[in-house]
């Protein structure tokens, strides 16, 4: 099934939508101001520090980008391109098919370990982090 069809996963998408066009709205976010576009194929999964989630985030600039490693302190990050399109294509989503994310999964569980730590954005409830790990299941799943 395609992964748009899914409807946590649209509904994640909706809501992220909806407040990013309502910080807009309200002036919290200026484009011109909070908004830094890259490509995607600007972007990598950085190496694994164990133990160290303070020294840097799970994605960063490739180094052949200038400040390679270290991503933009802008508010919003929008990604472009990717060689089909998807601004996703180069994130290995295989290993999300297992919703465990034991340490063991390597990059699910280092997801899972900031996305409960609150260090990008406000902390995810259990209930929230499964929501996160049904939608990429099924995005690693699609067949679309």
Known sequence: MP???????S???FLYSIDYEGMVDRGDVL???DVTTLSAA??????DTPGDWAAGAIVGL??????GGALPSSRVLRLT????GD????????????KSW?????????VGEALRSGRASPALTSPQLNIMKDCLQSLATSKD
């Not at 490739?62 to 400040?67: K, Y």
């Open 31 to 33: 484009p011109e101001r």
């Open 42 to 47: 600007d972007l990598r999964i950085l190496p």
């Open 62 to 67: 490739a180094a052949a980008v200038p400040g």
């Open 3 to 9: 992964h748009y069809k899914e409807a946590w996963c």
């Open 87 to 98: 601004p996703l294509d180069w994130v290995p989503l295989s290993a999300f098919t297992d």
């Open 102 to 110: 034991r340490k063991v999964s390597g990059l699910p569980f280092r």
């Open 81 to 84: 391109g990717g060689d089909k």
């Open 11 to 13: 509904g994640v998408d």
